[in-house]
């Protein structure tokens, strides 16, 4: 896990993790970071990651809590491009 300040990664933490093993990476911003979190999404899937985007319904991981917030992540399935082209088009 690699909790951001604000909705930006790092241009140097995007070089680490995609040239790490990693082969999974969630994204779990809040909705008013939802362009954000979509274009890490599409780095990461060009990247070769497996892509999981977590809806968060206006609420932060710690809002949620430990238990909710890992529920939700084992209920996510992989972004497919199709549902990627979907998420960019409805914003």
């Not at 995609?18 to 994204?27: A, E, G, L, M, T």
């Not at 999404?41 to 238990?67: N, R, T």
């Not at 890992?70 to 549902?83: A, D, E, M, N, V």
Request: proline share 3%.
């Amino acid at each position: 896990a690699i909790p951001l300040l604000g909705k930006n990664i790092q241009t140097n933490l995007m070089k680490k993790i995609i040239s790490s093993k990693v082969k999974k990476v969630y994204i779990a911003l809040d909705s008013d970071a939802i362009k954000s979190a979509i274009k890490f999404c599409e780095k990461f899937m060009d990247e070769g990651k497996e892509v999981h985007l977590l809806e968060m319904d206006d609420k932060d991981p710690s809002e949620l809590g430990f238990e909710q917030f890992t529920k939700l992540i084992q209920k996510s399935t992989p972004l497919t491009l199709s549902g990627l082209l979907s998420k960019k088009l409805y914003i």
